[in-house]
């Protein structure tokens, strides 16, 4: 039998990857000529056939081992491209694009899954695998996870986890994020690899399109688990900003010390973080892409209110008409 914690403590653990600094999103326009999709996925009575799986909390955690190894018994072809080591809080960032390179170390997790540990961020190992050994086969979906603790509220924003899901979408194939896994818990580690499996050929998941994917958030204890239940993203986040006085004395250099704290009990009823506290499977369905159709509509109609380039000098022409 099932129960509620409404008041159940929430910590940073919970929600690990919500740190105090706000990392700016990376891709924030739709797949396009920039970012060429890779075909779509047919769906079929055994799709997926072909699974990508990647993480933020790197290659080690056992329950990304727990869910390869599952989605390979199941008869999915498996593939694991993950960081090195722990790469939580880095939302889209791809050092990759930066250096132009990145390492990469075949790794072996067991009969059925080729597996690679990236020396860099989830963004990069989902670009690393869909740009390189998968180019000519790619993945009919893409699993990032399962996180260690929650990605509710403002995690969307930094949460590495999303981000490699949200990167997929962008590159043209349909992902989900999940978070909640308990690694110190075999429990909880088994029951959401078994759980994933089927998941990942449901009907919800088999519907999503690029730049479609899913933010999927299961209660830490596995035990209280009730139903699944459709969110949208709470807003928690209250980030403070102090002077610190201690660098008093050393010229025109600052330092500003940034507080992030929340106020989970404010969650409203229907969104991500209530769902999370309250022993139900948020699913958060979400898309790649920031487009405002309506305020672009309502520009469209008045860009005579934009100003005109370039700006006269007016003061130069009145000079000249003196």
């Known amino acids: 039998m099932t129960h509620s914690r409404p008041h159940r403590p929430w910590t940073w653990r919970h929600l690990a990857c919500l740190t105090p600094v706000l990392i700016v999103l990376a891709l924030t326009q739709p797949a396009g000529a920039g970012a060429q999709a890779a075909r779509a996925p047919q769906r079929t009575a055994t799709w997926p056939r072909r699974v990508l799986l990647t993480n933020d909390d790197g290659i080690e955690s056992p329950a990304l081992r727990a869910v390869a190894r599952a989605l390979a018994a199941a008869g999915i072809e498996t593939y694991v491209a993950a960081p090195d080591r722990n790469r939580s809080g880095t939302g889209s960032l791809m050092r990759s694009l930066q250096t132009d390179s990145v390492l990469v170390e075949a ?5 059925g899954i080729r597996a690679w540990a990236v020396d860099g961020f989830p963004a990069d190992c989902v670009l690393f695998a869909l740009r390189g050994p998968m180019a000519g086969s790619p993945p009919d979906l893409v699993v990032s996870g399962p ?3 929650g990605n509710v509220a403002e995690a969307w924003f930094i949460s590495g986890t999303i981000g490699a899901a949200r990167t997929a979408a962008f590159f043209g194939v349909p992902a989900v994020a999940i978070s909640g896994a308990n690694v110190r818990d075999s429990l ?3 029951t959401i690899a078994r759980w ?8 919800p998941v088999r519907r999503l399109r690029p730049p479609q994917y899913l933010n999927v958030n299961v209660p830490i204890d596995p035990r209280t688990v009730r139903g699944p239940t459709v969110t949208t993203r709470a807003r928690l986040l209250h980030v403070e900003a102090r002077r610190d006085t201690s660098l008093s004395g050393q010229g025109s250099r600052e330092r500003w010390l940034l507080r992030g704290s929340f106020n989970v009990a404010a969650a409203p009823q229907g969104t991500d973080a209530f769902a999370f506290g309250h022993d139900s499977i948020s699913i958060q369905p979400l898309r790649v892409g920031e487009q405002d159709s309506a305020m672009a509509a309502w520009l469209s109609a008045h860009l005579d209110l934009v100003p005109r380039w370039p700006i006269a000098d007016t ?3 009145g000079g000249q008409t003196r």
Do not use: I, W, Y
Not at 107 to 111: A, F, N
């Open 107 to 111: 790794t072996d997790l067991g009969p």
């Open 315 to 317: 003061a130069k022409q």
């Open 147 to 149: 996180n260690e603790g």
């Open 188 to 190: 909880s580690v088994t």
């Open 196 to 203: 994933l499996v089927h998941f990942v050929r449901s009907e």
